[in-house]
């Protein structure tokens, strides 16, 4: 009414600015809202990270602006990709504002990343993967699976604004006693955190235990301390052991408890669960037969199972058909807080699938990984293997090949001393493989399946091995059910007879001398090639 | 320490304006975190809501508020009273008559008419005095002298009826106007619809102690926002005494009403300038602000005057407001949602309160850490804005100054309901 008509127009435009910026800023705080009373000045950085990453890469920005546009399962639609052939799995709990040496700083945790998604990994879901892994569909080459354990605040917020920035997506492991059951904890996402997680569509919200997260369990009458999942837990009332039917009865109820809790909550299906410490049984103290029983428990409730890469574990990525022993089982690295983005880079490609041809001369780490039993080198174009004062020898397996089927192998070694050396080709795990066992005076196929060994074929002779120092020739050929060993270019022993199970899997060698100390082994070059 | 922080600060040359809009967003992301912490109680939700958008809504709507400037006519001069009603006013009278005779007006086309309402004092003989004065410079001033006391509502009304005048400037015995102060309001009677315009008032004696500090950007706000806000629909609810401007027939066609005013059983006898633009507005007249037409005036300077003056204004406001309530719906549908908003908060905010200080901090246990921190961003967000507007350094006593005034609000307005029948003049 008593507007002045000139200047009507910029005083609206100016206040409809005006208007608007606050709007925009009260949509993000309304966005970010479940910060206010968990913040720590740290987050900060997700944010401002999340940011820059966004200005800096305003297509990516479309892709997730759009992401609403595709259906689950309808991600890997493109039609020019490759596709996996295994799967790494990233393991973390939170991170933290200051170095604490055990978790992943932000700085640090932004790196990595920065890095995967500058290198092209792309993160996939826990039902993707089982899909995959069940064979029903295929996803890209560098496809990972991000988890966070525990449920931990600082695995949340200062995350969220990075996954946000990138598109990737994750899965958080709860201890359920913990997030759903009690009082409101400030360490602990509660109910209400993992609803808003689950709905924002990049969480997953899966098992880490109902209460058998517990390290300080009393497993004895004299107080000694153990993991509750995988040791007979010290019933104090009754003055002994939980019986095997008690134990089974308890970790039963654990693993179904955990699930119907998260269920009932979060109204989505919990397809796994991750043992806490990682240990399902092998870290047991007063109950071998731990392991079986957690398995033979555990499979029916979770498809998936998640434990961390131990040092026996010779592949860092998982493979879609594994033996039946390990069924389920999902192996995964966990990330040290010290490693940079570079770094998380050279562990993640060392598991990267290897392609036929492979040449190996040495000059740098392309992916072998010892046993950790022995001694083990990697420098100046030789990878040498051998035992440590008290053990008998070592193995090496190389990194990204368990998906191999028919190679040949030809390889350049020295054998300074020891007993025997091997060369193992179809590796899928420490129980299931076949190798060329090479001594002065014999040479074997053997192959071991399911942990038991059976030589399969072998020649003994007194063979012409070189001195001590002097490089020569072992070989392998394998194709279909028909296995050779070579020295020196000529095939020494072969069989049609491999047992059909062990149709696949990577390659490795072995040095092994009954005496304590002794073995030594040296490969010098590497070539391995596809056989038709 | 400090003192550098504060002319590291000075250094920076950080526009107020952008710490003002900052405040405005804190205030709204506040709002929006208490809404989603409030179990559920839409009525306090409710309150908290509107009351901010309330009073951000005043500085939106007064910065639309730009008296026109096109038609105005320079030769639009129109004949001009003015009204001074005094009583035991000895001390300013001289001075507030001779400021108005010294203004910058045809001396043919303006007189002064000053009512001595029965003072004990020497007003009578200073009135005369000031009359002498300006017969000099060739103005007419009328003294008219009541023996008995007879109440300020029938000394303006005198001089409505004293004066043949087209325009009746009111100007309380303790203001002083401007030199130009008459033709920034004469000059909007060119529109026919309007029959009031309030002036701009400020405080004649801001620097004097604390509580004149705080009147003074309490009345700077009261003037550039609130004011301006109802001043854009043409509905300011209260020219206020010290400095109006009013059409002199369209006052008499309601003086008898307004004169023998009645509430409650009772002859009303504060809150004449409120009464007086109330009924104006309800013959569907436009009472407008004038930015420029200024006048200072002086403020209780003792806590004791202050309250009593608080306490009059709360009692006429109530009584005022409740009246306008029966026609408010008739003018501007964003007027009459605001005003009767405008009405309702203050009425509520006594219960708002209590619940947040008194109910939930000792039956509840909870600390009514939200109500403070957002009634204190609230009175920031005015200080900025004072200090937006004028650059004055004392911008933060308007912090304390609305505060002050809030916590006045929350105790005196149920105090002044309860009194709303005691027509004891308090101070004047």
């Not at chain 2, 200073?126 to 060739?138: D, F, L, N």
């Not at chain 2, 204190?376 to 005034?405: E, H, P, Q």
Request: hydrophobic residues 40%; glycine residues 8%; negative net charge.
């Amino acid at each position: 009414m008593f507007i002045d008509k000139e200047s009507i127009a910029k005083k609206l435009f100016f206040t409809g600015t005006v208007f608007l910026v606050l709007l925009v800023g009260i949509f993000i705080f309304y966005s970010n809202l479940r910060l206010v009373g968990n913040f720590k000045p740290y987050y900060a950085k997700s944010y401002f990270a999340s940011f820059t990453y966004r200005v800096a890469n305003p297509y990516s920005n479309l892709a997730g602006l759009f992401s609403f546009f595709r259906s689950p399962g309808e991600v890997y639609q493109k039609t020019d990709f490759k596709t996996a052939v295994s799967i790494p799995v990233l393991t973390y709990h939170g991170a933290v504002g200051s170095a604490d040496g055990v978790n992943v700083e932000i700085d640090t945790f932004i790196d990595q990343m920065k890095a995967l998604k500058r290198s092209g990994w792309q993160t996939i879901t826990i039902d993707e993967y089982y899909k995959w892994y069940k064979g029903e569909t295929s996803v890209p080459e560098k496809s990972f699976l991000l988890t966070f354990d525990d449920g931990r605040k600082d695995g949340y917020y200062p995350v969220e604004p990075i996954l946000n920035a990138l598109d990737y997506n994750a899965a958080v492991f709860v201890i359920t006693k913990y997030s759903f059951l009690e009082e409101k904890s400030t360490y602990y996402l509660t109910q209400e955190e993992l609803l808003e997680m689950q709905e924002s569509g990049h969480w997953e919200i899966q098992s880490h235990a109902y209460e058998v997260h517990d390290d300080l369990a009393k497993i004895s009458a004299e107080g000694d301390l153990g993991h509750a999942l995988s040791n007979l837990l010290w019933l104090e009332d009754e003055g002994r052991l939980e019986t095997e039917e008690e134990f089974r009865a308890r970790i039963f109820r654990d693993f179904s408890e955990s699930k119907r809790v998260i269920e009932e909550a979060i109204g989505r299906e919990v397809l796994s669960f991750a043992f806490p410490f990682g240990d399902f049984g092998e870290g047991t103290v007063n109950f071998p037969k731990a392991k079986e029983i957690i398995l033979e428990t555990g499979r029916p409730i979770y498809p998936l199972m998640f434990h961390q890469q131990k040092s026996g574990d010779l592949y860092t990525f998982n493979y879609q058909n594994g033996p039946e022993s390990e069924a389920g089982l999902v192996r995964r690295i966990s990330v040290e807080a010290n490693w940079s983005g570079e770094d998380l880079l050279k562990i993640l490609g060392q598991g990267v699938p290897k392609n036929f041809p492979y040449s190996d001369n040495f000059s740098e780490n392309r992916g072998w990984l010892s046993s950790g039993w022995g001694e083990y080198n990697l420098k100046e174009n030789e990878l040498y293997l051998g035992a440590s004062p008290t053990g008998t020898g070592n193995v090496v397996i190389l990194n990204g090949t368990g998906h191999w089927k028919d190679y040949d192998l030809d390889a350049s070694v020295t054998w300074p001393r020891g007993r025997n050396i091997y060369i193992w080709g179809r590796y899928v795990n420490d129980r299931n493989y076949i190798a060329c066992n090479f001594a002065k005076n014999l040479i074997h196929i053997e192959q071991i399946h399911d942990g038991s060994l059976n030589v399969i074929k072998g020649t003994e002779d007194k063979f012409n091995f070189p001195a001590s120092g002097e490089e020569f020739e072992i070989g392998m050929r394998i194709s279909g059910r028909h296995a050779e060993c070579l020295l020196n270019g000529q095939v020494v022993v072969e069989t049609d007879f491999l047992n059909p199970e062990l149709d696949h899997g990577g390659i490795g060698f072995k040095s092994w001398d009954p005496q304590l100390g002794v073995s030594q082994f040296i490969i010098k070059s590497l070539d391995v090639s596809e056989v038709n | 320490m400090l003192r550098k922080t504060l002319q590291w600060w000075r250094g920076q040359h950080v526009n107020s304006w952008i710490i003002f809009f900052v405040l405005i967003y804190f205030v709204l992301a506040l709002k929006v975190f208490t809404m989603e912490e409030l179990d559920g109680n839409w009525f306090f939700g409710m309150y908290s809501v509107l009351v901010s958008l309330y009073l951000l809504s005043r500085f939106v709507l007064s910065y639309f508020y730009e008296p026109p400037t096109i038609k105005f006519d320079e030769g639009y001069e129109p004949t001009v009273s003015f009204g001074v009603p005094a009583k035991n006013e000895g001390e300013n009278i001289r001075e507030t008559i001779l400021r108005i005779a010294r203004s910058d007006y045809p001396k043919d086309k303006f007189d002064i008419i000053a009512v001595n309402d029965g003072s004990d004092d020497n007003t009578l003989q200073e009135m005369r005095a000031a009359k002498r004065i300006a017969a000099k410079e060739g103005i007419e001033v009328k003294v008219i002298d009541w023996k008995k006391n007879k109440g300020k509502r029938y000394g303006m009304a005198e001089c409505v009826i004293q004066s043949d005048r087209d325009i009746i400037i009111f100007i309380d015995s303790d203001s002083f106007v401007e030199k130009d102060t008459t033709r920034q309001f004469v000059k909007y009677f060119i529109d026919g619809r309007i029959a009031a315009v309030a002036g701009h008032a400020y405080v004649a004696n801001a620097e004097q102690n604390i509580l004149t500090k705080m009147q003074a950007i309490r009345y700077y706000i009261s003037f550039t926002v609130n004011k301006a806000a109802e001043a854009l629909f043409g509905s300011v609810t209260c020219c206020s005494g010290c400095c109006s401007a009013y059409r002199r027939v369209y006052i008499t066609r309601i003086l008898d009403p307004w004169l023998h005013q009645r509430f409650l059983g009772v002859e009303c006898t504060y809150g004449d300038d409120r009464s007086l633009t109330n009924f104006l507005l309800y013959k569907g007249y436009n009472c407008i602000f004038a930015p420029d037409a200024i006048a200072h005036t002086f403020v209780p300077d003792t806590l004791n005057k202050f309250l009593k003056q608080q306490l009059r204004w709360k009692k006429s406001w109530v009584r005022e407001s409740l009246l306008a309530c029966t026609f408010m719906w008739k003018r501007n549908p964003i007027m009459s949602v605001s005003f009767y908003l405008g009405v309702a908060l203050p009425l509520l905010s006594p219960i708002v309160a209590a619940r947040a200080l008194l109910w939930m901090p000792l039956i509840r246990g909870r600390t009514p850490l939200f109500y403070i921190f957002g009634l204190g961003l609230m009175m920031l967000v005015s200080g900025i804005y004072y200090y937006a507007r004028t650059g004055d350094r004392k911008w933060f006593y308007g912090v304390f100054s609305s505060t002050f005034y809030a916590i006045l609000l929350v105790w005196q307005l149920p105090y002044a309901i309860l009194n709303l029948r005691d027509s004891r003049w308090g101070t004047r």
